[in-house]
């Protein structure tokens, strides 16, 4: 799997998201592809970029620091969006770098964001975390909790929020999970939708994902990380 070509990958995955969107009766333009590169190298992404992929999608402040600006040096117009969780104390590195946001999960972070977004006069596409299956060890807003959050993330910070994120139980068919953000999505008045990975993308695009996060069907099997 390590081993497979990533722009064979990425030609697969983008008819895959073609076919999902002629089934659903979607256009494909309604539909971001966001490469998630983690724990892949330079060597590994250039070529992927070689083949006119833009939006990249990494999960750790840190390690997107270290590999991307290099990268974005060699090719204007990428965007680079962050997926993983992400610490207040890392909040000015994320908000100079990333263009979008997917992880906003609770207020400490809507705070910091807040100030960081003024300071920098910079403003990441935000994305509100849903943890739709309520998983403990997971991070993300309760699905019972999530218009409180959102209304807060609007009074109280100011923040504009386009979309929001969910990352459904490894466990579980990911259908419901997806109806039920896009549910909090609709009655939030939010129009983006973070939803579906590599094993289940397809079905995302069935429940109106707008932001698709493939990595291993693009790059390959990770190490374990
Ligand atoms: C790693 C990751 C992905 C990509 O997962 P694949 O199964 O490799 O496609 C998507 N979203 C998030 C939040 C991730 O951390």
Do not use: Y
Not at 34 to 47: G, L, Q, R, Y
Not at 92 to 118: G, T
Not at 128 to 141: C, H, L, M
């Amino acid at each position: 799997m390590a081993t497979m070509n990533p722009s064979a990958g990425l030609a697969t995955v983008q008819r895959e998201i073609e076919t999902a969107c002629r089934d659903a009766g979607r256009d494909p333009a309604g539909v971001t592809l966001v490469a998630i590169s983690k724990t892949f190298d330079a060597e590994a992404i250039a070529p992927v970029i070689g083949a006119g992929q833009r939006v990249f999608g990494e999960n750790r402040v840190q390690e997107a620091k270290a590999k991307w600006p290099a990268l974005m040096a060699r090719q204007s117009g990428i965007a680079l969006h962050l997926v993983g969780p992400l610490q207040s104390n890392k909040v000015r590195d994320a908000v100079a770098l990333f263009d979008a946001i997917h992880s906003l999960d609770r207020d400490s972070l809507a705070a910091a964001l807040a100030k960081e977004i003024a300071r920098q006069s910079r403003r990441p596409t935000l994305f509100v975390e849903i943890n739709t299956g309520a998983e403990p060890q997971k991070s993300g807003v309760k699905p019972q909790d999530a218009d409180a959050f959102i209304a807060a993330c609007r009074a109280r910070h100011g923040l504009v929020i386009a979309g929001l994120m969910c990352i459904p139980p490894f466990d579980e068919a990911p259908a419901p999970h997806f109806a039920l953000t896009g549910e909090i999505a609709r009655r939030n008045g939010l129009a983006l939708l973070s939803m579906g990975m590599s094993a289940d993308f397809k079905i995302a695009i069935a429940f109106g994902s707008t932001h698709v996060r493939v990595g291993t069907a693009i790059f390959g099997a990770r190490g374990t990380t």
